[in-house]
């Protein structure tokens, strides 16, 4: 029953996340950017996410998923809201190194997250359904709707939604994900049979 608000919060933060990547670059150009600058926006985060996917697991190991992931998530909610002010290009280039950090820490606690709620028959069907929904429904909505609300309004709309999404799905984080200690899901949890075979 958890797995559904679960997703709905990853959704929230991945339409912002998908709309920086797609709308932050023009956000570059319109402040005097040039083609180096976009390719450092992109580099500097992913440079950031090699050495965050190497600690985000003992991070996670002292304050929890739901911890890591509201962190990571309200890290994000600042970024977004600072594109909306910053009007340097190197401070906006900067603030990727922070996106890397939220980025590897979102990433590893939802998969982390899967491992504790769904028994082991599911378990690539809640990396699934990530995947789907956080790159998949959320890109549909990030390019569709932001290219509308980018193209009438300007970027301020875009990251001021993408705040707002990123601060709702913060706070439904800290009530769904699990908490420090929490058990993982065992076969035994769940009494309804699956709708379709499982494997052994």
């Not at 549909?140 to 993408?162: C, K, M, P, Q």
Request: hydrophobic share 60%; glycine share 12%; net charge neutral.
């Amino acid at each position: 029953p958890r797995l559904l608000p679960v997703l709905f919060a990853l959704l929230l933060v991945h339409v912002g996340i998908i709309a920086g990547f797609t709308y932050l670059p023009l956000r570059l150009l319109e402040l005097g950017g040039g083609p180096s600058d976009v390719a450092l926006l992109a580099g500097v985060s992913a440079f950031a996410e090699i050495p965050a996917m190497l600690v985000v697991g003992s991070i996670a190991a002292r304050i929890g998923i739901r911890g890591l992931i509201a962190a990571s998530i309200f890290l994000y909610a600042a970024c977004f809201a600072s594109w909306i002010v910053l009007e340097s290009p190197i401070l906006i280039i900067a603030t990727r190194v922070v996106t890397g950090f939220a980025f590897a820490g979102l990433w590893v606690g939802s998969v982390l997250t899967m491992a504790v709620l769904l028994p082991p028959r599911l378990q690539a069907t809640g990396q699934g359904l990530y995947q789907l929904t956080g790159f998949g429904l959320a890109a549909v909505i990030a390019n569709i709707g932001g290219g509308i609300l980018f193209g009438a309004f300007g970027s301020a709309i875009v990251f001021t939604i993408a705040t707002v999404l990123a601060v709702l799905a913060g706070l439904i984080a800290l009530v769904v994900f699990p908490s420090a200690g929490e058990q993982v899901a065992r076969e035994e949890d769940f009494e309804r049979p699956l709708p379709f075979p499982a494997t052994p």
